[in-house]
């Protein structure tokens, strides 16, 4: 499978799709018109080792819900994702049985290179 997890209304994520351009065989999902399944969910974790590695805790959400002064468990992490769609840090990039998640310049440049292979 070859997917991305993005949001369209993310400007971060659209400059990165478009300096990736991606082959035509990844399909591009927006977390905020087709939400995350629980399916698609465990996927992530299966491929990250946890929902907290999923999880943006520069969600303007996390802030205003207070949740950095919450001790937060696997199923907490995995019930706010599920529940609204900027708590996936984003974009998600899944391929050849690898998964990259987020923005950070590390990240884009991994994704890059395992592109290139």
């Known amino acids: 499978m070859k997917k ?3 949001l369209k209304t993310c400007s971060t994520c659209i400059r990165i799709l478009k300096d990736l351009n991606l082959p035509s ?3 591009l999902q927006d977390i905020k018109k087709e939400e995350i399944t629980v399916k698609q969910l465990d996927e992530m974790k299966d491929l990250s080792g946890s929902y907290e590695s999923l999880f943006s805790k520069r969600s303007k959400l996390y802030k205003e819900m207070d949740l950095k002064n919450q001790s937060l468990t696997e199923p907490d992490y995995k ?3 599920l529940d609204h769609y900027t708590f996936l840090s984003r974009p998600v990039f899944i391929f050849n049985n690898q998964i990259f998640i987020g923005n950070s310049k590390k990240n884009i ?4 290179s395992a592109l290139n292979e």
């Open 4 to 6: 991305v997890y993005y």
């Open 25 to 27: 065989d990844f399909i």
């Open 79 to 81: 019930y706010y994702i």
């Open 109 to 112: 440049e991994a994704v890059k």
